[in-house]
């Protein structure tokens, strides 16, 4: 497991909200119960989708959260970033604290090629093309 349980429940929670209007404005309490997330780390995780300006907050009676942006504009490198940070692709696969190019651990030159691609990966993928995806798949797929 790369990403967090904090990131995959991200993902899914910003999948499902792909799947509503873009105007409305979701409960954080109805997305919890929708992707079975426990509401209270839900909300933790969604101030953090909030501060990195994936998804906009109104507060009311009529409030909640949805997608700030397009889904096909926000990058699952944004994502990643916003909840679990990069610093997973700077440091040392297994740990070694002085791991660098002058003192390299034993899987240092194995884990660059993987790690770039990785990030590529992530950069290159948008929310969207996850949603077109599992709705191709038949799985529960939402709008881009």
């Known amino acids: 497991m790369i990403l967090s349980r904090?990131?995959?429940?991200?993902?899914q929670a910003l999948i499902y909200a792909t799947s509503q209007r873009p105007e409305r404005f979701l409960a954080v309490r109805d997305v919890a119960l929708a992707t079975r997330i426990p509401m209270a780390y839900l909300s933790k995780i969604i101030?953090?989708?909030?501060?990195?300006?994936?998804?906009?907050?109104?507060?009311?009676?009529?409030?909640?959260?949805?997608?700030?942006?397009?889904?096909?504009?926000?990058?699952v490198l944004d994502i990643v970033e916003a909840i679990d940070g990069l610093g997973f692709l700077n440091r040392c696969v297994i740990g070694h604290p002085r791991c660098s190019e002058t003192h390299p651990?034993?899987?240092?030159?194995?884990?660059?090629?993987?790690?770039?691609?990785?990030?590529?990966?992530?950069?290159?993928?948008?929310?969207?093309?996850?949603?077109?995806?599992?709705?191709?798949?038949?799985?529960p797929g939402r709008r881009s």
């Open 47 to 75: 101030q953090r989708l909030v501060a990195r300006g994936l998804l906009s907050s109104r507060k009311g009676p009529r409030g909640g959260v949805r997608l700030a942006r397009l889904a096909g504009a926000i990058k």
């Open 6 to 11: 904090a990131c995959e429940y991200a993902v």
């Open 105 to 139: 651990c034993p899987l240092h030159d194995a884990w660059g090629p993987l790690r770039d691609e990785i990030q590529g990966l992530l950069a290159r993928r948008s929310l969207g093309d996850l949603v077109r995806e599992l709705r191709g798949r038949g799985l």
